[in-house]
């Protein structure tokens, strides 16, 4: 076992609930324009957004790109034309307000925070994810938060993790992990970044990719297991 002393952690679906926020600001997006909520829609919109967002982790289109277009697209299956642009801005205010918490998260960061450095790791939108960290209270804890918007990279880009590491005070990649939900994002990345890897993975999904995380875990408390048992072994 490896003794740690920097954790990275992703936000989205890692400590706070992105489907919650995602469902909340989508039918208020909806309702502004007039339209009825219906799963179909929901489901329909997720994975054009999964899509785009596969394309930016991939270097393919950029985040503007991503935001920007969304809204237009989707609308347009629905034969309404609409100004992507403006609908982003209505759906940032709505998104910035989605503050549910996963479970155990909160008590997590509350309980290791006086034992290790946390910094916060998400491919995102700068406002809205430091509106989201703040409002659920976990933000005080992290002493820095680095977000895709602000460095020109995404995750799993090795760019993004220089940029990280430039800035976090005698980080060494030998002690750090860094803890995520998506395969793609954040345990590649942290396999190109030279860094141990977490993936939380509470619905037990299958692996779609080869890269393979240092540890998995189904729920947030399971990391304690692990930083713990690391302590006991490097005392």
Known sequence: MKYYQTLLFDVDDTLLDFAAAEDHAFR??????????????????????????????????????VVNTRFT?????LGIKVDGVVLQQSYRKYLGEGNQLLDGALD??????????????????SKIQEKRLKSS???PFFKAIFVSEDTSYQKPMKEFFDYCFER??????????????????DIQGGCNAGI??????????????????????????ELLIILDQEKQSNP
Do not use: H, M
């Open 137 to 139: 209270g976990l933000y």
């Open 196 to 221: 141990d890897t977490c993936w939380f993975n509470p619905l037990k999904k299958k692996k779609e990719l080869e890269v393979q995380p240092t540890y998995e875990i189904a729920k947030l408390e």
């Open 168 to 185: 976090i005070p005698q980080i060494n990649k030998e002690t750090t992990l860094i803890i995520g939900d998506s395969l793609s994002a």
């Open 73 to 77: 697209l989707f609308f347009d299956t």
């Open 28 to 65: 208020l997006l909806l309702q502004e324009q007039g339209v009825s909520y219906r799963d179909e829609w929901k489901k329909q919109y997720q994975e054009l957004n999964k899509d785009l967002w596969k394309a930016f982790e991939e270097g393919k289109i950029t985040r503007d790109e």
């Open 108 to 125: 997590l960061i509350q309980r290791i925070s006086n034992r290790f450095d946390l910094y916060i790791v998400t491919n995102g939108i």
